[in-house]
């Protein structure tokens, strides 16, 4: 009856080498500890952008769902990808190493609110200080698959 009135809520999809895979929506990840920051990225067509974002460590978050290596061994870790992937199919890659604490240790955010709105409907937001371009800063994130390719020795 009040179907039509039911607004669609955005989910993030995480799958791949994770012991506990699982379905998030935004307010979901306020679950984990926020961090907020100030970034600037330049956009290619429009010039620098300035936002403020909030959400947890994309590294918390995946660290949760139980990613599919020996974390005694830091060299195990190095073979894992990170594939984000946007509701209009844009999609970047990021190394696992890019996030650990042990390696390049990057603060990067699965953003839950931008400029202090909400991204509930329009699904988190990839925020990537560490970069100069805003091409990796991905809206609408619908999936994100970890990727662990070949067993190490
Ligand atoms: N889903 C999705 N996210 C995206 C893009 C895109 O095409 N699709 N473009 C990226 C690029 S090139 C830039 S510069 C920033 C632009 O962010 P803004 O629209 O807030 O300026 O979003 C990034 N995130
Ligand atoms: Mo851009």
Request: aromatic share 6%.
């Amino acid at each position: 009856m009040s179907q039509s009135l039911i607004q669609p809520v955005a989910e993030l999809a995480l799958t791949g080498d994770l012991a506990r895979p699982a379905r998030l929506t935004v307010p979901d990840l306020l679950g984990w500890p926020q961090h907020r920051v100030r970034v600037t990225f330049d956009c290619a067509t429009s010039g620098p952008q300035h936002h403020h974002f909030t959400g947890p460590r994309l590294y918390d978050v995946l660290t949760d769902a139980g990613p599919g290596f020996d974390p005694r061994r830091r060299k195990d870790r190095l073979r894992f990808l990170i594939a984000v992937t946007g509701t209009d199919g844009h999609h970047a890659l990021l190394t696992w190493a890019e996030i650990d604490p042990d390696f390049a240790h990057a603060p990067v955010l699965l953003a839950a609110s931008i400029d202090d709105t909400p991204l509930d409907l329009a699904g988190p937001q990839l925020v990537l200080p560490q970069d100069r371009c805003g091409a990796r800063y991905i809206s609408g994130i619908s999936a994100i698959r970890v990727d662990g390719g070949y067993p190490g020795p």
